[in-house]
């Protein structure tokens, strides 16, 4: 099962503009993590956010959480034809064991 | 450290022959997963090792599946009788958590992943 929701689905725009993705999600969270997958090969982590954390950054990347809301966004500034991927939010819950459960991505394109 | 390696990238195989992928981890790591992952769909999860023991198995792991990681290291998918439907991309990923049975709650690592097609 997927927990998270990514919106939207899929995602165009041209270098140098900014790309917002969201995610949201249905239980009580650990950790949000985002991760990159380019085409046909394996997943990269991006950046991970905890519950008590409101909003991170790393490089062009910013991440917001919203707990009450149950929903994160990622944010890509001045985005390049490099970035073009998937992106993919995954959830780790607060209770049992830590299987992080990923949603269905946001397919990005960045046009030169 | 050479990051988490699959082998093979690709296999293409008949309906009712056996596979197996193998994954080897970031060698200080002694957490491994196995995901699934078909076209358009995020990774789901198949299973995963603390070490040598596999502490939880989704419900997408039927019989015809089986995972082993006998020393802690390497670990193996093994998927009998293949069916069309197994056709998909098997990822491996790594962690280190410092206690057993306890989240990691960190980052993964993953591999390139298995390619597998069924015909």
């Known amino acids: 099962s997927q927990q998270g929701e990514e919106d939207p689905q899929a995602l165009s725009i041209q270098e140098g503009e900014n790309a917002t993705m969201n995610c949201s999600y249905k239980?009580?969270?650990?950790?949000l993590q985002w991760y990159r997958q380019n085409s046909g090969r394996g997943l990269v982590h991006l950046i991970l956010?905890?519950?008590?954390?409101r909003e991170k950054h790393s490089g062009r990347l910013r991440v917001t959480l919203d707990t009450s809301k149950k929903s994160s966004s990622l944010l890509i500034t001045a985005s390049r034809a490099a970035d073009t991927a998937s992106y993919f939010c995954?959830?780790?819950?607060?209770?049992?064991?830590?299987?992080?459960?990923f949603g269905k991505g946001t397919m990005l394109l960045v046009s030169p | 450290d050479t990051g988490v390696s699959q082998d093979p990238r690709h296999k293409i195989t008949k309906r009712g022959q056996n596979v197996t992928f193998r994954c080897d981890p970031i060698s200080e790591h002694n957490r491994l997963y196995w995901y699934r992952q078909t076209l358009g769909q995020g990774p789901e999860f198949l299973t995963y090792?603390?070490?040598?023991?596999?502490?939880?198995k989704s419900r997408l792991l039927s019989d015809r599946f089986s995972a082993e990681r006998p020393k802690g290291s390497f670990s193996t998918l093994e998927i009998q009788r293949t069916e069309q439907g197994d056709s998909a991309m098997y990822l491996c990923?790594?962690?280190?958590?410092?206690?057993?049975?306890?989240?990691?709650?960190?980052?993964?690592?993953f591999g390139e992943g298995s390619r597998l097609t069924v015909l």
């Open positions: 995954a959830t780790v819950p607060n209770s049992g064991y830590s299987t992080l459960t």
């Open positions: 239980t009580s969270i650990n950790n």
């Open positions: 090792f603390q070490n040598e023991a596999q502490l939880e």
């Open positions: 990923a790594s962690s280190l958590a410092s206690e057993p049975r306890t989240s990691s709650k960190g980052e993964l690592f």
């Open positions: 956010i905890r519950s008590n954390e």
